[in-house]
């Protein structure tokens, strides 16, 4: 038997969603986290390139499974997931990098800029998951 084009490109969405939401319940409790030692930077920085590599990947065959099964629209939704993802992974990622060493040498200013990219990176991946649950509806 083979799987028709929308029933691979809703099982992309779910796991889309699956991979958005596990992340998302995961990186809420980091923020207990002091972020004042190097260990807490290196954790909070290798579970996010952990999502992003996973949630490109998903995205990306989201975004193919629904231009196969001939839903544009949600291909371009896809899409746009898949590159907000690779912008982000570019942009906090090395601001991470550069505020590890900041951390430890004690600067002032290191701890509440390494918490607001955190932070920032929490409130767009639940902007994420709800744009993903919204779609559900519409598929």
Do not use: C
């Not at 986290?33 to 590599?53: C, E, G």
């Amino acid at each position: 038997m083979l799987l028709q084009p929308q029933n691979i490109a809703l099982f992309f969405t779910v796991a889309l969603l699956a991979v958005t939401a596990y992340f998302l319940l995961g990186s809420i409790p980091l923020l207990t986290l002091k972020h004042d030692n190097p260990v807490d930077a290196r954790f909070i920085r290798s579970f996010y390139i952990t999502y992003y590599k996973i949630a490109l990947t998903t995205a990306v065959g989201t975004t193919i499974s629904y231009a196969l099964a001939g839903r544009p629209a949600f291909a371009i939704g896809a899409a746009a997931i898949a590159t907000l993802t690779l912008v982000l992974r570019n942009q906090f990622i090395p601001r991470m990098d550069q505020l590890a060493p900041q951390i430890l040498a004690d600067e002032v200013e290191a701890i509440p800029a390494f918490r607001k990219i955190h932070k920032s990176a929490i409130l767009i991946n639940t902007t994420q998951l709800l744009a993903i649950l919204g779609s559900l509806g519409m598929v």
